[in-house]
């Protein structure tokens, strides 16, 4: 192989990846159902470009694994669950895992009380948030999802890194696919940060300032700074009371009292979650609420060409790369050394994946909506 292969993004079978990603949680003592779990919340993630969310994180898992910072085979417990409402102790788990137990609990007591939250501490990070709102809106329900992370973010006016990057999920079924937001509020994921390290790219200029209180494009910079809120005051101001309602109502830690696991793989972060789910049957009914959330989506189209809304772009994505995915170089490395850690063999890749080839070779499967979600990709940036 020569130096520019090594270099160029290349190709993969989709079941290839979460094979090997299950196997890479294996080794670790994950049981079998639940590193599937995970594996495929991480592919998909990058299915949907949330690359931020994707694999990048299997050798963060595996290393806060080997290290005791999350637990193979957490002990869940439920406490406080009563009626609509619940307290679970994920146990340190992967947060998958915990999330996992909270949507299963959350969709049967919504449908039984016609709304449920549930209220998370003692977990970690949980993937994309549409993984989880996903299986909501499948039943016609309604979700609403916050967390708290590590400690990246100032809050608006400050450089003291106080919040995290505070993530809102808010997703609504149709009768086509949900309306979905998925989206940090600090101006930039730091996955996304770490992502353009890994990639030898700079961030965008309003996504942080460094250990001086001052802006940078270097995603190192801001790694030793602080990331900034989305939105100025507004932003803040919301980034706050996500870390109030994902931390208050449990013994989960605030960011400003916690190390992350990407500093201290060791690090038992204790992230809390809150999960809100409404039963659309127990308010104007499934069937009106889907076709009035569609009439929404449309209206949205109609107001110009291109316009996209919330979470169409990453459920266009998701259809294109439901077979192959591609892989950045730096990614690339990075999985081929965990797999040499461990002793497993990352997947052959298929072939080269140019910038222009891949779309080329499925255009003409493709609509002209999805060619508009695509050609806007910067548009709809999510966590």
Same mark, same amino acid.
């Given at each position: 192989?020569?130096?520019?292969?090594?270099?160029?993004?290349?190709?993969?079978?989709?079941?290839?990846?979460?094979?090997?990603?299950?196997?890479?949680?294996?080794?670790?003592?994950?049981?079998?159902?639940?590193?599937?779990?995970?594996?495929?919340?991480?592919?998909?993630?990058?299915?949907?470009?949330? +690359?931020?969310?994707?694999?990048? /994180?299997? *050798?963060?898992?595996?290393?806060?694994?080997? @290290? $005791?910072?999350? %637990?193979?085979? =957490?002990?869940?417990?439920?406490?406080?669950?009563?009626?609509?409402?619940?307290?679970?102790?994920?146990?340190?788990?992967?947060?998958?895992?915990?999330?996992?137990?909270?949507?299963?609990?959350?969709?049967?007591?919504?449908?039984?009380?016609?709304?449920?939250?549930?209220?998370?501490?003692?977990?970690?990070?949980?993937?994309?948030?549409?993984?989880?709102?996903?299986?909501?809106?499948?039943?016609?329900?309604?979700?609403?999802?916050?967390?708290?992370?590590?400690?990246?973010?100032?809050?608006?006016?400050?450089?003291?890194?106080?919040?995290?990057?505070?993530?809102?999920?808010?997703?609504?079924?149709?009768?086509?696919?949900?309306?979905?937001?998925?989206?940090?509020?600090?101006?930039?994921?730091?996955?996304?940060?770490?992502? +353009?390290?890994?990639?030898?790219? /700079?961030? *965008?200029?309003?996504?942080?300032?460094?250990? @001086? $209180?001052?802006? %940078?494009?270097? =995603?190192?910079?801001?790694?030793?700074?602080?990331?900034?809120?989305?939105?100025?005051?507004?932003?803040?101001?919301?980034?706050?009371?996500?870390?109030?309602?994902?931390?208050?109502?449990?013994?989960?830690?605030?960011?400003?009292?916690?190390?992350?696991?990407?500093?201290?793989?060791?690090?038992?972060?204790?992230?809390?979650?809150?999960?809100?789910?409404?039963?659309?049957?127990?308010?104007?009914?499934?069937?009106?609420?889907?076709?009035?959330?569609?009439?929404?989506?449309?209206?949205?189209?109609?107001?110009?060409?291109?316009?996209?809304?919330?979470?169409?772009?990453?459920?266009?994505?998701?259809?294109?790369?439901?077979?192959?995915?591609?892989?950045?170089?730096?990614?690339?490395?990075?999985?081929?050394?965990?797999?040499?850690?461990?002793?497993?063999?990352?997947?052959?890749?298929?072939?080269?994946?140019?910038?222009?080839?891949?779309?080329?070779?499925?255009?003409?499967?493709?609509?002209?909506?999805?060619?508009?979600?695509?050609?806007?990709?910067?548009?709809?940036?999510?966590?």
């Amino acid at each position: 192989m020569t130096q520019n292969d090594e270099d160029a993004a290349r190709l993969f079978a989709v079941e290839e990846l979460v094979g090997f990603a299950r196997a890479a949680l294996a080794t670790q003592g994950v049981p079998d159902a639940d590193a599937a779990l995970v594996a495929r919340s991480l592919v998909e993630a990058d299915q949907r470009g949330i +690359a931020s969310h994707g694999l990048l /994180r299997l *050798p963060l898992y595996v290393s806060a694994l080997r @290290h $005791g910072g999350i %637990t193979a085979r =957490p002990q869940l417990r439920f406490e406080n669950a009563e009626g609509a409402t619940a307290v679970l102790d994920g146990d340190a788990g992967l947060g998958q895992v915990v999330m996992q137990a909270a949507v299963d609990w959350s969709l049967a007591h919504a449908a039984a009380h016609g709304i449920s939250a549930v209220a998370v501490h003692n977990s970690s990070h949980y993937g994309a948030g549409r993984f989880w709102t996903d299986q909501l809106t499948a039943h016609g329900m309604i979700g609403i999802l916050t967390s708290t992370t590590g400690p990246v973010t100032a809050p608006f006016g400050g450089v003291r890194t106080v919040l995290g990057t505070n993530p809102l999920t808010v997703a609504m079924p149709s009768t086509g696919e949900p309306l979905t937001v998925d989206m940090a509020t600090s101006a930039g994921a730091l996955g996304k940060v770490m992502a +353009a390290k890994q990639a030898g790219e /700079r961030i *965008p200029a309003d996504w942080a300032v460094d250990a @001086h $209180g001052e802006p %940078t494009t270097d =995603p190192d910079a801001a790694i030793g700074g602080a990331l900034l809120p989305f939105g100025g005051h507004k932003g803040s101001g919301l980034s706050v009371l996500i870390e109030g309602l994902s931390a208050a109502l449990t013994p989960a830690t605030f960011a400003f009292d916690t190390q992350d696991i990407w500093e201290s793989p060791a690090s038992r972060m204790n992230n809390g979650h809150l999960l809100i789910t409404l039963d659309t049957r127990a308010f104007a009914g499934r069937e009106t609420v889907e076709s009035r959330i569609s009439d929404l989506a449309g209206a949205v189209h109609a107001a110009g060409e291109g316009v996209l809304v919330p979470g169409e772009r990453e459920y266009v994505l998701h259809r294109r790369n439901a077979a192959r995915l591609a892989l950045g170089a730096g990614l690339i490395a990075d999985l081929r050394a965990l797999a040499r850690e461990l002793g497993l063999e990352l997947p052959a890749a298929a072939e080269a994946a140019s910038e222009a080839a891949p779309r080329q070779a499925e255009e003409d499967t493709t609509t002209a909506q999805d060619r508009c979600a695509e050609e806007k990709t910067t548009a709809m940036e999510e966590s």
